[in-house]
């Protein structure tokens, strides 16, 4: 029966290439940043609905956020869709820096792929059930903001994912692997102090400084660091400063991520910094306010739906790259510091470093990566690890960019718009399809998925991230970032 749903996969896939590549061509054209992903998700949700899924828009409040779902009863698969783009990184698909528009939005993380594959995904199974070869009910979700907000969290506290039994998502990367690694939990805030303004030479003593109350917060954090975990991280920016140095700034705010392995270490060393915000507060006289962007937990990889993602990756297989397209690979190799595997290396095991070695060594990752990293935490954070808590959950990634380009760049942006970026993203389609279409037919294989989600919640039940009474930031999440 696998060979066949993996003949059918490759088929329906295969037919409509110049379909999913067009669509992902706009919306890396678009370029929206989150929460303004207007036009791509528009684009979606015409082509879901013209396919005969039942779309519901602005789910959890956000005008961009939507679900499309089609058949009916169970098993439910949710495949995870985002759109959104990132400042600054507009770029033209080729291997030189050269934006698009300079200064505006680009795809430095491929997000116009990874909600095109996923689309390519549901549309194959649905083909599928049309065809009477599977049963169940597949649903996409239209998640906004994964850049700046836990969109797919706040979905999920808002009941999108309680009738869900098995969730599939994929990411472009410059390795076709099975994703196993945690990611950090985290807290995005800012901080604002109010002060009282004076003439900074003429009456500086009737005078109360915010900036003073933001440096003084930022000492604090620094001697923190001596005394929190090494696999913590906090970093901070200062978003106001006040307006000239002549006049006691009346105003000040600094913008804050706090991050660690785990949740409640995070909520832990939350705790410390408001505290040391508290600390600033009161030897400046000025009164602090505290608004809390965002926060997201760690991952929950499922190991059964791990297994099933990475048997269909071994079946579909890795994507296949030509002659041009590992030169123009290596053109932009040549733009990427000599010095980038430094940070991957922790993640190889000893018994894989020599495969490693040849591997990224390569212009192009040209095989299926063993598994590594298991037990360990990459350095970024994502919503799609909240959604982990709430549906057994796996992730996987493919080759779209170039082997050690930087995430976030516009090299990514660059392999995001054509054929390399391409075939990553079709490929992805596939595995994810091929994935569906397994659980959907093989109620055993869910049900030992649900058996080790159970246990592992059970350990450790989910809390909301966000505080009682909160609604998403809208002004401020359009313009940040939290990878």
């Known amino acids: ?19 999913l590549i067009n669509i992902s061509d706009q919306i890396w054209e678009f370029s929206e940043m989150g929460l303004e992903e207007y036009k791509s998700s528009a684009l979606l949700v015409k082509t879901l609905k013209e396919s005969g899924f039942i779309v519901e828009e602005g789910v959890a409040d956000m005008s961009t956020a939507f679900t499309a779902t089609y058949g009916n ?29 300079e200064g505006t939005p680009g795809h430095g993380c491929g997000h116009n792929l990874l909600g095109t594959g996923a689309l390519g995904g549901v549309l194959a199974v649905k083909e599928a059930i049309d065809a009477g070869v599977a049963r169940g009910t597949i649903r996409f979700y239209g998640c906004p903001a994964e850049e700046s907000f836990n969109a797919k969290g706040w979905m999920a506290v808002n009941g999108l994912f309680d009738d869900v039994d098995i969730t599939l998502t994929w990411h472009p990367g410059f390795l076709n692997m099975l994703n196993v690694w945690s990611a950090l939990a985290l807290n995005s805030v ?42 913590a ?32 270490l995070v909520e832990e060393l939350y705790e410390r910094v408001v505290n040391i915000a508290k600390g600033a507060e009161l030897m400046t006289e000025t009164k602090l306010e505290v608004e809390f962007l965002s926060g997201c937990y760690n991952h929950l990889h499922n190991e059964i739906v791990g297994e099933v993602l990475y048997e269909s990756m071994r079946n579909i297989g890795h994507p296949k790259f030509n ?5 123009y690979a290596e ?153």
Not at 73 to 100: F, T
Not at 323 to 327: A, L
Request: overall charge positive; hydrophobic content about 35%.
């Open 1 to 19: 029966m696998s060979i066949n749903y993996d003949k059918f996969v490759r088929k329906y896939i295969e037919t409509n290439r110049e379909m």
């Open 323 to 327: 002659k041009q397209e590992r030169e």
């Open 190 to 231: 800012v901080f604002k102090f109010y002060g009282r303004t004076a003439h900074a030479a003429g009456d500086p003593h009737n005078g109360r400084s915010a900036l003073d109350a933001v440096e003084l917060m930022n000492v604090g954090v620094n001697y923190l660091r001596e005394h929190m975990i090494s696999d």
């Open 73 to 101: 009863g169970r098993p439910v698969i949710a495949i995870l869709g985002e759109y959104d783009a990132l400042p600054g990184l507009s770029q033209v698909a080729e291997p030189v820096q050269k934006p698009l528009k």
């Open 331 to 483: 053109e932009i190799q040549k733009t990427i510091s000599p010095k980038w595997m430094d940070a991957y290396t922790r993640y190889i095991p000893a018994d894989f470093r020599e495969l490693a070695t040849s591997v990224l060594s390569q212009p192009i990752n040209n095989m299926i990566v063993p598994i590594l990293g298991k037990g360990q935490s990459a350095p970024g954070s994502t919503d799609v690890a909240d959604v982990s808590w709430f549906t057994p959950l796996g992730e996987f990634g493919t080759a779209c960019f170039v082997m050690g380009s930087p995430g976030h760049s516009w090299q990514n942006t660059s392999t995001s718009g054509m054929s390399i970026g391409h075939k990553g993203m079709l490929a992805a389609a596939k595995v994810l399809a091929l994935s569906a279409l397994k659980f959907m037919n093989d109620p055993e294989l869910v049900e030992k998925a649900q058996t080790e989600f159970k246990k592992k919640i059970s350990e450790t039940p989910y809390k909301s991230p966000f505080p009682e009474g909160f609604k998403p930031p809208y002004h401020r999440l359009k313009k940040s970032t939290q990878n």
């Open 233 to 264: 991280r906090i970093h901070y920016v200062i978003t106001n400063g006040g307006m000239a140095p002549n006049v006691v700034p009346e105003f000040a705010e600094v913008w804050y991520y706090v991050r660690a392995p785990q949740r409640h």
